[in-house]
């Protein structure tokens, strides 16, 4: 049955002369007022109420889909377990886990003396912390090394600047000591009454500073013991696995920088490992006696292995431990007293390789389902030869396994319950390959309900993301079951711009190669039509953050081939956006989208920017969403998106657009709430592929 839309008024936005001017190209835009929320100008109260009216027409639009949407969270949240509890770790003489509670929507970081059968410590109730707040959002949480203290970062704005707060777990008390706009990294020195943080720069956010702060100290009084004056890097503060060292990271895309200080010393001097190198990574693991760097060097493209001695970083004295190979790349190293975990990237698979440190002798941890997911869990004991390791797949929910390095047994110790009788033999996931434009091969991980027919017929969601080197693996989703058993596949598209197949996949993906991307993920779209999964009239694309940005290019250079487009927080105005400075986050990207400031930069992104290239001619379906108080893609972006969509497409399809007022870049905190959004983003589908009964 085919969902009748109502005949509702979109909104029309006001338009306002702005012209933009640069390299001698001017260029109109009317819809540059809605930036002026944040700024309490004239237009605030404005940007509001344009906002309100397009979450009155969505609310209209969909009003046939309510019953539906309420059916979907229902469906899915049954599938989730309310009472659970996650694996226990071991650290410093306790055992940590997480649980949470029938009817609420937050959870509790426990706690355990020496023995699982000792009685419970909560450290941190986020259910009552949570209470009568939109949103609520806790990170960072570490104990100090006496087991006395926890220091941790909350947000109830959700623009992630986090108030470091400590709190006294022998008498419950919450100190005074409240530190604001930070990244909420508390880190302990090891006398148990110094933390080391980082501030944000309160207008752009970008983490500018490292301060000491001593316990009963005046916040006024913390110590600057680092400043970063390169505002494309970012920069955090971390510790060793071993606790002997605090790091502090200065990072970009193509450059890093760390210094180091001994644990015991917090009021010594950080020193710098190796000062940063032009267009060179390197990263440092602390082992007994030295040091383990993964660095692309010397033209390691895919990263090799070195080691220093603990009083001489310095480049120089890098000696090889394990060779740049161009059809691996390495992810991560971590270290153990007695053993050493790669975590590489072999053919767009993850892989887990162990070496013992002290036979020399190593081996890889063994997965057989065609497409997954594997990553390292908590592992915070440095004397062990017990690694826990996370495991998922498209068809196998979230497993936790603990691993003997020493005899290779493996002991699940949970898979990640889904109520309602899910069953995996009834699903498949499969790994295809589809041929881009320009020949190379591009990985789709697929999967489906068995019984699905190849005929064209069947709708097809096709998700990617594409940017910044992160890679999309194929794990588990209990919601995206409410898809698969009305008769979708889900596939994602592994598309350059991530780093599935190696760094070059990253390098091909970024900056002046960046349309790699978008026509990746047609290419891969036009593959499943060929191929018979899908057909343009049941063709579905989704993507966030920098993947809206790709949803935005493709709603412009391929509009009929999807039905339909989900743009989630999308990051479509490039060009606007990367010339002000005063934006979150702008610097911290020209290593990857490039400084539109100089000339060649600017007419590259100009000519793939989605909302530079909206034109008076047909698109697909949309719905669009974003968040007030996003600091990631602000708020606007979506919003003048759509206005000049509004204004110049020739269709009659549906466009809408979805501003959550309370919540951010990462959308609800609740243990629930998120489904509501799912949920919408699902009868959208339904309602286009005429499935909703009214």
């Known amino acids: 049955m085919k969902y009748t839309w109502p005949d509702a008024q979109a909104p029309v936005a006001e338009k306002k ?36 009216a397009e979450n009155a027409y969505l609310e209209t639009m969909m009003k046939g889909t309510e019953t539906l949407q309420k059916d979907l969270f229902e469906e899915m949240k049954g599938r989730i377990k309310e009472q659970d509890e996650s694996v226990p770790y071991f650290k410093n003489g306790y055992y940590y886990y997480v649980r949470t509670e029938e009817g609420q929507e937050y959870y509790k970081y426990c706690r355990k003396k020496g023995s699982l059968d000792a009685e419970e410590e909560v450290i941190l109730d986020v259910d009552a912390m949570a209470k009568d707040k939109a949103y609520f959002a806790v990170t960072g949480m570490t104990i100090s090394p006496d087991n006395k203290l926890v220091a941790y970062g909350e947000d109830e704005v959700s623009r992630r600047q986090y108030t470091i707060k400590i709190k006294n777990l022998e008498t419950g008390e919450t100190y005074e000591d409240a530190v604001l706009n930070t990244e909420g990294d508390p880190v302990w020195a090891a006398d148990s009454k110094t933390i080391f943080y980082t501030a944000k720069n309160p207008t752009t956010l970008l983490s500018e500073r490292i301060y000491r702060h001593e316990l009963g100290s005046n916040i006024t009084d913390d110590v600057l013991v680092y400043t970063e004056t390169d505002p494309s890097n970012y920069i955090g503060v971390g510790k060793s696995k071993n606790g002997k060292w605090i790091w502090i990271y200065s990072y970009a895309t193509v450059s890093s920088e760390i210094r180091y200080l001994d644990a015991n010393d917090p009021s010594g001097a950080f020193k710098v490992f190796q000062p940063r190198m032009k267009e060179v990574l390197y990263d440092v693991e602390a082992l007994s006696d030295r040091f383990v760097i993964r660095t692309n060097a010397d033209g390691a493209e895919n990263f090799k292995l070195m080691e220093a001695p603990l009083e001489q970083t310095e480049k120089e004295n890098w000696k090889e431990i394990r060779a740049h190979d161009k059809d691996i790349l390495i992810e991560n190293v971590v270290g153990f007293a007695d053993f050493m975990v790669i975590e590489q990237r072999k053919a767009g698979l993850n892989e887990l390789v162990v070496q013992n440190l002290n036979t020399g002798n190593e081996h890889s941890i063994a997965f057989d389902e065609p497409a997954y997911d594997v990553g390292l869990a908590q592992n915070p004991e440095f004397d062990t030869k017990v690694l826990r390791y996370n495991y998922t797949s498209m068809i196998t929910p979230n497993s936790t396994y603990d691993y003997d390095m020493e005899s290779k047994d493996r002991t699940l110790m949970k898979q990640t319950e889904v109520l309602g009788g899910y069953d995996k033999s009834e699903y498949q996931t499969e790994r295809l390959m589809a041929t881009a434009r320009d020949g190379v091969k591009v990985p789709i991980s697929i999967v489906y309900k068995k019984g699905f027919k190849k005929d064209g017929s069947a709708p097809v969601l096709q998700y990617a993301y594409g940017s910044y080197g992160y890679s999309m693996d194929a794990s588990f989703s209990s919601s995206r079951i409410s898809l698969l058993d009305r008769g979708y596949a889900f596939a994602i598209a592994h598309i350059r711009g991530g780093q599935e197949m190696g760094r070059q996949w990253y390098l091909n993906g970024k900056m002046m190669n960046k349309m790699n991307t978008f026509t990746d993920f047609v290419d ?10 899908t057909s343009k009239e049941h063709l579905y694309a989704n993507g966030g953050s920098a993947g809206g940005l790709l949803m935005g290019v493709v709603a412009n250079i391929a509009p009929d081939q999807y039905n339909g487009i989900i743009a989630d927080v999308p990051f479509v105005d490039v060009v606007n956006t990367m010339l002000d400075e005063s934006i979150p986050l702008t610097t911290n990207e020209y290593d990857e989208w490039g400084n539109p400031n100089e000339k060649e930069a600017y ?35 979506p919003a003048k998106w759509v206005a000049k969509l509004r204004e110049l497409k020739t269709d009659d399809n549906v466009l809408l657009l979805k501003t959550n007022m309370d919540f951010g870049h990462g959308g609800a905190s609740g243990r629930f709430d998120y489904l509501k959004e799912i949920a919408l983003k699902y009868a959208f589908l339904e309602a286009l ?4 009964e009214q």
């Open 17 to 52: 002369d702005h012209l933009r001017t640069i390299h001698n190209d001017t260029v109109p835009d009317p819809y540059y007022w809605m930036y002026d929320y944040f700024g309490k100008g004239p237009d605030s109260q404005n940007v509001v109420t344009h906002l309100e």
């Open 524 to 533: 891969c779209g036009q593959f499943l039509i060929n191929e018979g999964w």
């Open 603 to 637: 007419n590259y992104m100009k000519s793939y920017s989605p909302y530079e290239n909206i034109e008076a001619k047909d698109y697909p379906n949309m719905l669009v969403t974003t968040g007030l108080h996003d600091s990631q893609v602000q708020y606007f972006e």
């Open 689 to 692: 592929e005429g499935n909703v």
